[in-house]
Structure formats: C-alpha cells, structure tokens
C-alpha cells in the first residue's frame, strides 16, 4: 500500500510569490491535515479536509489556503510568501469519517523563501 | 482549549539509563492519545497509541486520566532512540501535537 505522497520535496521561491504543493493520501483515507514544521514552534495545524471540506482551521493568516478534490488528493497555497513562511510542510492522512484519528504522515516539502 | 504539553525541548540520557518524555494533555472528554517519533531523515511515525496498550522498541506509554498525562518510558536508553518525539491528542477532525521533545542517548 502506498504511503502519502507529497510533491515536491523541495522548493526555493522569493519573496512576494506564491507556492502551491500537493499530497496524495494513503489509498482510501479522506482526512488529510497539513502541518507546518520548524525548529521553534514544532508542530503547527494549519487545516484540515474530509471529503473535499475544510472542517478545521489553525491560526494562520488567509495567505494559507487550501483545498481537497473528490479523490482525496489535497492542494496547499501559501500567497504573498514571507521569509517566515520557510518551514517544512508535512500533510498527514487519516480514515476519517469518526474512526480513528490516526496519522500517516508523507515525507514533506521543505519551502525555503529568499 | 485542548493542548499537550511536553515540557522539555531536550532531554540527554546515557545509554542503558531509564527515559522518561513527559506529556500533558487538557481535554475534558476521553482522549486519543498518540506518541510519533521522527528520526534523523525520515518521516514521522507512529511510536505508539494509548488505546493499544502496547510495547514498542521498548517503549510503553501510560494514560493517566487524573493527572492528564501519557508519559513516554523506556527502561533502558538505547544509541538508535535518539530522535524527536512528540506527543498528540486525537479528536474528531484534527491531531494536537505538543512542540515536541529531542532525545539525544549519549555513548
């Protein structure tokens, strides 16, 4: 069984662009959740998607968005990239649906802003 | 508001010493707990989940319902333990993880 995929693995953009990257869930899991990564804050939940619905937000401006397609794939958008936006992004699939909330993570894509 | 704790950035043991990564949950229904472990390069994994009860690589996880806490203990510290941890709390549409623990084995 295929792991999640995410793409790419990396990235180099400038500042004032904007990004969009990709997960691929585990074959029928309809949660995908994406995650920001980096040294100080850990772990932080920007959103998440069940069956092509955003069903919960973090705290993270409206440059963040995102979206889910009816094959559970899932689409991240950072607009207006900062430097602070530099971070590995981790997306993370789950069944979904009121089973169990366990997460299988993908490899990430590691954004660097200059 | 639901939030894990895990109240120390790093941790170094020496290796054969007992570990022990400390976690704090506050939810007031009955939690899914998770423990995920990210090694150097690779992705992060599931370690273990409170509602299996299991041991992994040696380590075992308690759920503490009165002192809101799921700690993390292994008995005797090995050099490939060396990694970052994190605890979670499982709900209905996301995952809470706590900012995560680094634990260095020292030789």
């Known amino acids: ?114 | 508001a639901q939030r894990v704790t895990q109240p120390e950035k790093l941790l170094s043991v020496f290796k054969g010493a007992p570990v022990e990564l400390k976690c704090n949950y506050s939810y007031s229904g009955s939690p899914e707990l998770f423990w995920y472990v990210q090694y150097s390069r690779q992705r992060l994994q599931l370690l273990l989940r409170h509602i299996s009860r299991e041991s992994i690589k040696g380590f075992t996880a308690d759920l503490n319902k009165g002192e809101t806490s799921f700690h993390l203990k292994k008995p005797f510290a090995q050099e490939e333990d060396s990694a970052m941890y994190y605890c979670a709390l499982g709900l209905d549409d996301k995952i809470i993880f706590g900012k995560g623990t680094r634990l260095h084995i020292l030789p």
């Open chain 1, 1 to 114: 069984k295929a792991g999640v995929t995410q793409t790419p693995r990396y990235l180099i953009k400038t500042r004032g662009q904007q990004v969009t990257l990709s997960c691929s869930p585990i074959s029928g899991h309809r949660s995908v959740s994406w995650y920001q990564q980096t040294p100080g804050q850990g772990l932080q939940f920007l959103f998440e998607y069940f069956s092509e619905t955003q069903r919960n937000k973090g705290n993270f401006p409206g440059r963040f968005s995102g979206r889910q397609f009816s094959n559970s794939r899932s689409e991240m958008n950072v607009s207006t990239l900062e430097l602070g936006d530099s971070a590995l992004y981790l997306c993370a699939s789950s069944l979904g649906g009121g089973g169990s909330t366990e997460a299988f993570f993908g490899q990430g894509t590691r954004l660097t802003v200059v």
